[in-house]
């Protein structure tokens, strides 16, 4: 709690100072009476002033004026209880600490603000926590380490007048605010909700509470109870039949089902051929020549399948006349993309951002909470960033013209707002995305976000210019661009030429020309199929008239075969989500992260492709769960969490209605669900040890061969299978270095924590050690630098001496002196704005070069080293 200073007391506490002191005069020698005589004249003189001042701004301010207004000096994050006078004393409880340093700004030395870090109760870890058999109760507890954070709110709510609930404004901060309110017992609480962290937001909102929503922590509360239901009935049959670990969730696993099934489209496509004309012409002005496209033949769409055909046809317009039969001339207006709600900020983030869902919502949240602008504190820069809604205040709308009008002037401003419709099942309860001020333009707060000590900043400023640009511009006239289109005859063929270029830049000369995500996903889906529309079209066209003669330059034919559906990023997978109506955009983040953490999918070259282990949790869940892994299901479970919110449905029979055929199928699946642990296939492949037939086991590692005649042969393989599905055994990469306890020659194994090296003579020399990457560590100059892998599977290097020495980078360290602090290694290190470079590790060293190896690009993404306490240290065990 935020401890007042004497500026900012009140006339109340003054009171009681003034009343406490005459008692504590006269305890003290005679000498100094007459001093505390003055001290008592001095703060009864200065609490009339103050009471004097009150009462002024209470006439000004009106009836239903806040307490007190004044800013504190105070962070809020202090563990004691202020002293309290006379006057009224609030608790505003609210979740991150963040967000209370910046509220605490714009409430006065009446209000304590503290923050209850998200949760504190939830279901129990080590237990289903839901009572089944008495209608689904939950048993609720506080969280692990939560205690402490829990008695500093029971101890700041002792004594107040009033507790508000200021959680965050969705489903799961009302569950939040009733678990507080719950835990605090306190008699007069009430919820309050505000879009954005600015003055005037959260005075309107301590003026106007509410009370707390029985209907939206129901929805919240049997959404917690789904999950647990599937979660943890679910995982112990995946740990049971393929490996223990692994989850299941009811939205994650669709998730990862919709992977699984592209990439079975992927492989069961069957590419088309199809052929390409093109005309190389030059209009009646001469020079450059422009291309048109065969668009018809006998008056019929084109459709080349071979090249015999295609060549007759070139044959035949060799020596035809190219005449333009007709010219169409008009306006294309390209209107501008409405305010981001969640879904479309994480894919437009992943498209011009290359930012993963999970970093953008981290970087959103810091941009909600507040960031420090230098004199002016901590100040929140953006809305709410979980929403649904396109919705825009009045007050912003107005705001954002003025801005415009100033700016760019009239021409740029439509008549009257844009106004974007909502979709249908969106709960509309927040605004869309959106700067909380337009005083605060990316140029003005981009010196502050330079001076941070933080790594992210950078990447923050991006994000929220990208907020910025894209809520300036949804409130902006279309481009406009002049499209030509010309049809040319030649005998009995028509080709087409196009060219497009802009007039009038409108919404562009803020938001810049890049694709929307669902016009790249429109564009990717026609070239696919071999299918591009005029508004592809780029440049311009000579001038053309009607029944103008053409100079054919050469015909091109060119062999092309359609593409099977691309694999998804991550923007394109949030984008397949919300249009199915999976999950909720808040959840987004989140599952792409556990679906990659598990090992379900990975993330290639920036695009999904489904990891053995994915496909085979979701083969047995698709063939033992259908009902429920249905995204169809899954949707209609999310309309029905919408009812429970809006009062139009019961929880518990929701619940009961899910539950009673779940059971029913779990029963089921674990009597009939395959055992992959315990299965072995048999191949044809013999062993070279023992001659018994290898099969295949699944393993921590996936599938392997191993030999039949185990524990007798404890031989094993890797295997992958070729195009035929022939199984092809990988053989183990042989190195010059010998074994120091048998002198085999050592080889290269693969592990949980990624590659290494061990005897050739294993099971009989159980040696092995970590491979050098040819780095000496630089902390205890004794051992040598080795690529490991996190437990999360993402790429470190450490020193083979730990624990002894907890050495750890996430860049690549290089065996280079710095040629200008001379620290004794250089990081490789690649950011997607610069590409690969050489830096120092040495913060205080300014050395950078950059990279021109391709090899380099793939690098380790920019990080800093760390040291014993690094993110990593515990995962090198």
């Known amino acids: 709690m935020a401890t007042r200073t004497k500026k900012t007391a009140t006339a109340g506490e003054m009171e009681v100072e003034e009343a406490t002191a005459p008692k504590k005069a006269a305890k003290k020698p005679a000498a100094r009476k007459k001093t505390a005589a003055k001290k008592t004249a001095a703060k009864k003189t ?15 301010g009106g009836d239903g004026a806040l307490a007190t207004v004044e800013v504190s000096a105070e962070d809020g994050e202090a563990s004691e209880s202020p002293k309290r006078g006379k006057g009224p004393h609030y608790l505003v409880v609210v979740e991150s600490p963040a967000k209370a340093k910046t509220i605490k700004k714009y409430l006065g030395s009446g209000y304590t603000v503290k923050a209850s870090v998200g949760h504190i109760l939830d279901l129990p870890k080590s237990k289903m926590g839901v009572d089944i058999e008495h209608d689904f109760e939950p048993q609720y507890e506080v969280i692990k380490g939560k205690e402490k954070v ?9 004594g107040v007048d009033k507790v508000f609930l200021a959680t965050d404004p969705d489903r799961e901060g009302e569950a939040i605010a009733w678990h507080i309110h719950q835990q605090l017992g306190h008699h007069d609480a009430s919820r309050v909700m505000f879009n954005e962290i600015t003055k005037s937001a959260i005075q309107e909102a301590i003026a106007n509470p509410r009370q707390l929503s029985q209907e939206n922590y129901d929805s919240q509360q049997t959404r917690r109870i789904l999950d647990r239901l599937v979660g943890y009935q679910i995982s112990p049959l995946l740990w049971k039949k393929v490996r223990r670990g692994l989850s299941a969730g009811r939205v994650q696993s669709v998730a990862v089902r919709l992977i699984c099934e592209r990439e079975d489209e992927i492989k069961a496509f069957v590419p088309q051929e199809y052929w390409t004309l093109d005309a190389l012409l030059e209009g009646p002005a001469g020079p450059p020549p422009f291309k048109a496209k065969l668009s018809k033949v006998d008056g019929k769409k084109v459709d080349l399948k071979d090249k015999a055909t295609t060549d007759a046809l070139v044959e035949e317009l060799k020596n035809a006349s190219f005449v333009v039969s007709k010219v169409d001339k008009r306006e294309r207006r390209r209107n501008a993309p409405a305010p981001f709600i969640t879904s479309k900020l994480q894919q437009e983030a992943a498209n011009r951002l290359h930012y993963t869902a999970k970093k953008t919502m981290a970087l959103a949240q810091r941009l909600y909470e507040g960031v420090p602008l230098g004199d002016e504190g901590q100040t929140a820069l953006i809305t709410y960033m979980r929403t649904d809604s396109t919705r825009l205040s009045d007050q912003a709308v107005a705001a954002v013209r003025d801005f415009i009008g100033t700016t760019w002037g009239a021409d740029y401003l439509p008549e009257a707002p844009v106004v974007y419709r909502t979709k249908k099942g969106a709960q509309d309860a927040h605004e869309a995305i959106r700067p909380t001020s337009l005083e605060y333009p990316p140029s003005k707060v981009k010196p502050y976000f330079d001076s941070m000590n933080d790594d992210m900043a950078a990447d923050m400023f991006r994000l929220y210019e990208l907020i910025w640009n894209r809520f300036v511009a949804c409130q902006m006239k279309p481009a406009v661009y002049d499209q030509t289109s010309a049809d040319i005859s030649a005998a009995r063929a028509t080709f087409r030429a196009s060219g497009s270029t802009l007039k009038f830049p409108g919404y562009l000369a803020v938001y810049g020309a890049s694709l929307t995500p669902e016009e790249e996903a429109a564009q990717e889906k026609a070239r696919a199929a071999g299918e591009e529309s005029d508004e592809d079209a780029v440049g311009e066209l000579p001038v053309l008239d009607e029944g103008n003669t053409l100079g054919l330059q050469k015909l091109l034919n060119e062999q092309h075969f359609t593409q099977p559906p691309p694999r998804f990023s991550e923007a394109t997978l949030v984008k397949e989500l919300e249009e199915r109506g999976i999950g909720r955009p808040s959840t987004y983040a ?46 209609s479970m999310e309309e029905k969490l919408d009812l429970i919110s809006e009062g139009e449905a019961n929880w518990k029979a929701v619940l009961q209605d899910f539950y009673a055929p779940f059971k029913e199928t779990l029963e089921k699946a674990e009597a009939e669900m395959r055992d992959v642990k315990r299965e072995e296939i048999k191949t044809d492949v013999a062993c070279e040890k023992c001659g018994n037939v290898m099969v295949i086991k699944w393993g921590k590692m996936g599938h392997f061969l ?134 120092c590790p040495n913060k205080e060293c300014d050395y950078r070069r950059q990279v021109v190896e391709p090899e380099v690009a793939a690098t380790s993404a920019a990080a800093t080293t760390t040291t014993a306490n690094g993110p990593n240290a515990s995962s090198a065990a």
Request: charged content about 30%.
């Open 590 to 635: 989140a599952i792409l992260s556990t679906i990659q953490e598990k090992k379900y999918v990975e993330k290639l070259e920036g695009r999904f492709r489904p990891t053995d282990l994915g496909v085979i949790c979701n083969e047995l869940l698709v063939k033992h769960f259908p009902h429920e892994l249905d995204a169809a299901f899954t949707a």
């Open 150 to 158: 829990l008695n500093e709110l029971k101890k700041a709510a002792q």
């Open 706 to 839: 191993a030999c039949s005649n185990y524990p007798e042969c404890k031989n094993t393989k890797d295997f992958k299978r070729d195009a035929e599905g022939k199984i092809v055994i990988i053989e183990e990469e042989t190195t010059d270095e010998k074994c120091e306890n048998c002198t085999r020659p050592m080889v290269v194994k693969r592990g949980r924590f990624g590659k290494f090296l061990a005897c050739s003579g294993y099971p009989e020399c159980k040696t092995s050690k970590p491979i050098s990457i040819g780095v000496t560590c630089p902390d205890c100059k004794q051992g040598y630098l080795t690529e490991r892998r996190s437990r999360f599977g993402k790429i470190f290097f450490g020193c083979n001496r730990y624990p002894d020495c907890k050495f750890a980078a996430w860049d690549r360290p290089l065996a280079e002196t710095c040629p200008s602090c001379q620290s004794p290694y250089l990081l490789q290190k690649y950011s997607k704005r610069d590409g690969p470079f050489i830096a």
């Open 46 to 60: 200065a609490a009339k002033k103050t009471a004097a001042k009150k009462a002024s701004s209470r006439r000004k």
